[in-house]
């Protein structure tokens, strides 16, 4: 099970970003795919989260109407588009998979990408 996540970089304040986590190695089709983000300093803390096959998506409160989770099955790659990005924004953002329902603890997660470095400059 490997989760490769890229699209990462550096943008200025109000620009956009598109990650994506290709899976591979297993089916994901019950998988929960979550995004998570750590900025130096500080805990590594949920951003949105989608369930595969139902298309249901779940965001932090601080990312929520910026940041949209979506899904390409046939590729097995899950996407977080961000926009309107802030300088706290800033940070590694890891994506995971889980079985099951949705959580935003990270320790739930079971798999997990090795992570995309995003800067937003002010």
């Known amino acids: 099970v490997q989760l490769q996540a890229s699209g990462g970089g550096l943008v200025r304040t109000g620009g956009s970003l598109r990650l994506s986590c290709a899976a591979s190695g297993r089916t994901f089709s019950t998988y929960v795919m979550g995004w998570f983000r750590q900025a130096p300093g500080k805990e590594r803390e949920f951003v949105g989260a989608?369930?595969?096959?139902?298309?249901?998506?779940y965001y932090s409160d601080s990312v929520k109407g910026r940041f949209t989770i979506s899904r390409d099955n046939a590729k097995n790659t899950v996407y977080l588009q961000m926009s309107s990005l802030k300088p706290e924004d800033t940070g590694v953002y890891y994506c995971?998979?889980?079985?099951?329902?949705?959580?935003?603890?990270?320790?739930?997660?079971?798999?997990w990408g090795q992570g995309t470095l995003v800067t937003v400059s002010s």
């Open positions: 995971a998979a889980k079985r099951g329902v949705v959580v935003r603890a990270a320790p739930s997660y079971h798999y």
């Open positions: 989608i369930v595969w096959t139902a298309s249901s998506t």
